[in-house]
């Protein structure tokens, strides 16, 4: 349920920019992020630091796309927001304290040379997709950078996600492999 709570505003975000533009598009996606927070917090009575993060960014990277009527804004917020999550990995493991290992940490445990490979293949990931990002958005339509952003995003973050979750399992202790 939660994970489908997350996808509801970037679903609200396309509908509305296949339906209409761009600008009411953002305007949906900042309201649809905010209650989308709401609904979080009073299912579960927390907000995790990544959605609050990416509301900050949605409202105000969305916001000076409704103000200053310029779409830029909207398609930077993307490469801010994985490069802040790319950044956030790395710091957090050179402080010795990986985000991922205190995600995860709690049902799996692994040696910290995987936690170690999972963060860098995780701040990686973030990093090309900040990169890709960039290029789509100001080198191709805004169509492109629309679909891109909706469902090539997604799915490659599907597909790492799955990719992960592989390599984790071939890094269980072996006792846990065979439960």
């Known amino acids: 349920m939660k994970q489908l709570l997350d996808f509801i505003p970037l679903i609200i975000f396309f509908v509305l920019y296949k ?31 990544m959605q609050q993060i990416t509301f900050l960014m949605v409202a105000i990277f969305g916001g000076m796309t409704v103000l200053l009527h310029d779409d830029d804004f909207i398609k930077w917020k993307v490469t801010i927001i994985y490069t802040l999550f790319a950044l956030g990995l ?13 995600m995860l940490g709690k049902e799996l ?14 701040a990686f990931f973030f990093s090309l997709c900040a990169l890709l990002n960039l290029y789509v958005a100001f080198k191709l339509p805004l169509d492109v950078w ?18 992960s979750g592989l390599y984790i399992y071939k890094q269980l202790p072996k006792e846990n492999n065979e439960e």
Not at 34 to 39: E, F, I, R, T
Request: proline residues 1%.
């Open 19 to 49: 339906a209409f533009d761009i600008y009411i598009a953002t305007s949906a996606l900042i309201v649809a992020t905010a209650v989308q927070l709401s609904v979080t917090y009073a299912l579960y009575k927390k907000i995790e630091k």
């Open 90 to 102: 790395i710091v957090s493991h050179l402080i010795g304290k990986s985000a991922i290992k205190s």
């Open 109 to 122: 445990a692994l040696p910290d040379r995987v936690w170690a490979k999972l963060t860098w293949a995780w």
């Open 146 to 163: 629309v679909n891109f952003k909706v469902f090539g995003l997604l799915a490659a973050t599907f597909v790492f996600t799955v990719f």
